[in-house]
T-cell receptor, first 114, second 117 residues
């Protein structure tokens, strides 16, 4: 079965500290991986995606993620968190065929303290 | 490019009424659109897959007679919540697939907040 696990429901970090959000997936085909961010009451914003090639992908807002096939992981990182990064983060997996929906993890809520 | 809009962004209705939510791909044609529902502090759950010109495919547990989906054109899909009840209050998000040859990618609308009183 296809699934995405985000082990951390809620993470709190200090502003300026580094961040890593974990994501593990289970997928029968070649996975296409995504990270989205959602602010309260808002829609989803794509941070980055991995389709193929370099396993370290750069996204918007200073985020990056690394695909590790051996660990079935796609962890999201940021070297220095800003207060505006406080939001809900979702990892998702899909396949090349766009007529299949994405499978989302349950999300990780990020709080940033001064 | 690849912008998806939803209308309305927010709607409040009385119990028993029907509500229509539109999802439009503004600058591309979308043969497939997906409808997701998100309850407070939860993840997105797929409700149905909408393909242009054919009947929607509903996920298990989603009542197709309650959540009517019409995908009449390559740029518009509508979700109608019929006889809405308070438990239908949720955040509804659509996504559209560009159908490009490579790297099919879904683009999400901004969502519609439905509150049923």
């Amino acid at each position: 079965a296809q699934s995405v696990t985000q082990p951390d429901i809620h993470i709190t970090v200090s502003e300026g500290a580094s961040l890593e959000l974990r994501c593990n997936y289970s997928y029968g085909a070649t996975p296409y991986l995504f990270w989205y961010v959602q602010s309260p009451g808002q829609g989803l914003q794509l941070l980055l995606k991995y389709f193929s090639g370099d396993t370290l992908v750069q996204g918007i807002k200073g985020f990056e993620a690394e695909f590790k096939r051996s660990q079935s992981s796609f962890n999201l990182r940021k070297p220095s968190v800003h207060w505006s990064d406080a939001a809900e983060y979702f990892c998702a997996v899909g396949n090349f065929s766009g007529n299949t929906p994405l499978v989302f993890g349950k999300g990780t809520r990020l709080s940033v303290i001064a | 490019g690849a912008v998806v809009s939803q209308h309305p962004s927010r709607v409040i209705c009385k119990s028993g009424t029907s509500v229509k939510i539109e999802c439009r791909s503004l600058d591309f044609q979308a043969t497939t659109m997906f409808w997701y529902r998100q309850f407070p502090k939860q993840s997105l759950m797929l409700m149905a897959t909408s393909n242009e010109g054919s009947k929607a495919t509903y996920e298990q547990g989603v009542e197709k007679d309650k959540f009517l989906i019409n995908h009449a054109s390559l740029t518009l899909s509508t979700l109608t919540v019929t006889s809405a009840h308070p438990e239908d209050s949720s955040f509804y998000i659509c996504s559209a697939v560009t159908g490009l040859i490579s790297y099919n990618e879904q683009f999400f609308g901004p969502g519609t907040r439905l509150t049923v009183l």
